[in-house]
């Protein structure tokens, strides 16, 4: 099983990018897949997540700038980021795993993980 997150870069506040995060090994629409983030020094925080029959979480302080979808023909998810602010710097991680209800914002119901992409956010 391998996830692979790309996507990532240096953009200037308020400008947007989209991360992707392509599943081989595995299928994703017999998943829940989520992006977490991490900051050197910090734990680990969920961003957002989708069940395979699509319903989507987000951590508040991401609601309403970004968006989870998936491609299941590509086995591909994605992370679209508008209105970025610097305090969205963060390596982003994506992590696919069969959450129990109540738990999709934590780290360890998910089995398999990304290699993680790096997102700057300059002012």
């Known amino acids: 099983v391998q996830l692979q997150a790309s996507g990532g870069g240096l953009v200037q506040a308020g400008g947007c990018l989209r991360l992707?995060?392509?599943?081989?090994?595995?299928?994703?629409?017999?998943?829940?897949v989520a992006w977490f983030r991490q900051d050197p020094g910090k734990e680990r925080e969920f961003v957002a997540a989708?069940?395979?029959?699509?319903?989507?979480f987000y951590a508040d302080s991401v609601k309403g700038r970004f968006t989870i979808s998936r491609d299941n023909a590509k086995n591909t998810i994605y992370l679209q980021m508008n209105s970025l602010k610097s305090e969205d710097t963060a390596v982003y991680y994506c992590?696919?795993?069969?959450?129990?209800?109540?738990?999709?914002?934590?780290?360890?119901?998910?089995?398999?993980w990304g290699q993680g992409t790096q997102v700057t956010v300059y002012s």
């Open positions: 992590a696919a795993g069969r959450p129990p209800s109540g738990l999709i914002r934590s780290t360890g119901p998910y089995n398999y």
């Open positions: 992707s995060c392509a599943g081989s090994g595995l299928t994703f629409r017999d998943y829940a």
């Open positions: 989708i069940r395979w029959y699509s319903i989507q």
